[in-house]
């Protein structure tokens, strides 16, 4: 069956970066977008970003522009997120997810999530 | 500040019906597929309702989906206990180049 296998919690000073890693399995990985979802403590979902596996081409809101890379190893299928210059706003859960189109089709599958607590 | 717009929460007693509501524009929820996801206490979001009214396999048909121009509607019949979870809208924003979420709707059974 699908599954999105997500890297352990994190504890990082403010200015620091953190590098979150979804390990895929069960299905073509290059066939399938992943994206970034993240979720303050209380709060909603955030989209923050995309990779095409087959290509490495990445799309990022813009609000993440500056501070975001998203990453593959199409070797191990697994995908990476590094947020750079880290403040205690980023402190939240953070989520891959697949989708097929890459552009409004569904996420059908999500991983269980990565807390990222940013903390002096 | 969600693009999307969702009331915070709807309640009803169990066995009742809830419709959640997912308010957008012509650049999104006019413009592209939506889904709906649920978020169980505690857990990562689960795809729920899908190209506006699709559900994938394993979810009950008491709960439905529909869209009309810019607004789409979530509807949760039978209520049950385990129903209680927050609710998410989501879709491609064509101008914006991004996906959006709604705000969310905590969905309560009294």
């Known amino acids: 069956q699908v599954q999105l296998v997500q890297s352990g919690a994190e504890v990082k000073k403010p200015g620091a970066s953190v590098k979150v890693s979804c390990k895929a399995s069960?299905?073509?990985?290059?066939?399938?977008?992943i994206h970034w979802v993240r979720q303050a403590p209380g709060q909603g979902l955030e989209w923050m970003g995309r990779?095409?596996?087959?290509?490495?081409?990445?799309r990022y809101a813009q609000k993440f522009q500056d501070r975001v890379t998203v990453t593959r190893d199409t070797s191990i299928n697994t995908a990476h997120m590094d947020l750079t210059r880290l403040t205690s706003d980023d402190t939240a859960v953070y989520y891959c997810?697949?989708?097929?189109?890459?552009?409004?089709?569904?996420?059908?599958?999500w991983g269980r999530g990565t807390l990222v607590t940013v903390s002096s | 500040q969600s693009v999307l717009t969702q009331p915070p929460s709807v309640s009803a007693a169990p066995g009742q019906k809830v419709t959640i509501s997912c308010s957008g524009s012509s650049s999104n929820v006019g413009d592209n597929f939506l889904s709906w996801y649920q978020q169980l206490p505690g857990t990562a979001p689960k795809l729920l309702i899908y190209?506006?009214?699709k559900r994938p396999s394993g979810i009950p048909d008491r709960f439905s989906g529909s869209k009309s121009g810019t607004s789409a509607t979530l509807g949760i019949t039978g209520l049950q206990t385990g129903d209680e979870a927050d609710y998410y809208c989501?879709?491609?924003?064509?101008?914006?180049?991004?996906?959006?979420f709604g705000s969310g709707t905590k969905v309560l059974v009294l």
């Open positions: 069960g299905y073509t990985f290059t066939r399938y977008y």
């Open positions: 997810a697949r989708d097929f189109y890459g552009s409004g089709s569904p996420f059908d599958s």
């Open positions: 190209d506006n009214d």
């Open positions: 989501g879709t491609w924003d064509s101008s914006l180049t991004a996906y959006v």
């Open positions: 990779i095409n596996p087959n290509t490495g081409v990445t």
